[in-house]
T-cell receptor, first 118, second 109 residues
Framework: EAEVAQSPRYKITEKSQAVAFWCDPI?????LYWYRQILGQGPELLVQ????????DSQLPKDRFSAERLKGVDSTLKIQPAELGDSAMYLC????????????????FGPGTRLTVL | GQNIDQPTEMTATEGAIVQINCTYQ??????LFWYQQHAGEAPTFLSY??LDGLEEKGRFSSFLSRSKGYSYLLLKELQMKDSASYLC??????????WGAGTKLIIKP
């Protein structure tokens, strides 16, 4: 069964260090999402890609966060420098597309990366 | 504005039935999703409603009323493994999901 892959699963870093997360969506899925989820809250969208283009990064703290999906397949999310408040679960999800012909746009999630900033 | 409201926590007994409510307000509407999330894990898809009415899938059912901006997830014959958070999410006009904070469901023997 096709799955979204993410690595690493867990990351512990010190504040002011740089961290990077990787995501490989389900093959053929055009849309890729990066979310941040704090314990007890719902996922917060950081960035949405359609193929290699950014569709929405309005909630991405661009002074320290960056995201890319150069070939429209896998994606990397980077934080530099990390801050204590960045401790959270970082989730990657993919979906078949923007669904111009259908309103059904289920998102499939990877296992997530649990980031702890000390 | 865009908003999703659902209860923070609910408790139910093994073998019983529980209904988790969700109200939503979005700019445009492209369906209502329910996801299950066990502690420390990623959300997994449970159901999708875009038309009014009840969708049944085994022990789980989901209901939607578009005119009322209301949905519920009904879980029957509760099992201990159903202890999890249940996330309500509404699709908006940009095909993004507006997420609720989740309802933590505690199942007691």
């Amino acid at each position: 069964e096709a799955e979204v892959a993410q690595s690493p699963r867990y990351k512990i870093t010190e504040k002011s260090q740089a961290v990077a997360f990787w995501c490989d969506p389900i093959s053929g899925h055009a849309t890729l999402y990066w979310y941040r989820q704090i314990l007890g809250q719902g996922p917060e969208l950081l960035v949405q890609f359609q193929d290699e283009s950014v569709v929405d990064d309005s909630q991405l703290p661009k002074d320290r966060f960056s995201a890319e999906r150069l070939k429209g397949v896998d994606s990397t999310l980077k934080i530099q420098p990390a801050e204590l408040g960045d401790s959270a679960m970082y989730l990657c999800a993919s979906s078949p597309g923007l669904a111009e012909t259908s309103s059904y746009n289920e998102q499939f999630f990877g296992p997530g990366t649990r980031l702890t900033v000390l | 504005g865009q908003n999703i409201d659902q209860p923070t926590e609910m408790t139910a007994t093994e073998g019983a039935i529980v209904q988790i409510n969700c109200t939503y307000q979005t700019s445009g509407f492209n369906g209502l999703f329910w996801y299950q999330q066990h502690a420390g894990e990623a959300p997994t898809f449970l159901s999708y409603n875009v038309l009014d009415g009840l969708e049944e899938k085994g022990r789980f059912s989901s209901f939607l009323s578009r005119s009322k901006g209301y949905s519920y997830l009904l879980l029957k014959e509760l099992q201990m493994k159903d202890s999890a958070s249940y996330l309500c999410a509404a699709g908006d006009s940009n095909y993004q999901l507006i997420w609720g904070a989740g309802t933590k469901l505690i199942i007691k023997p």
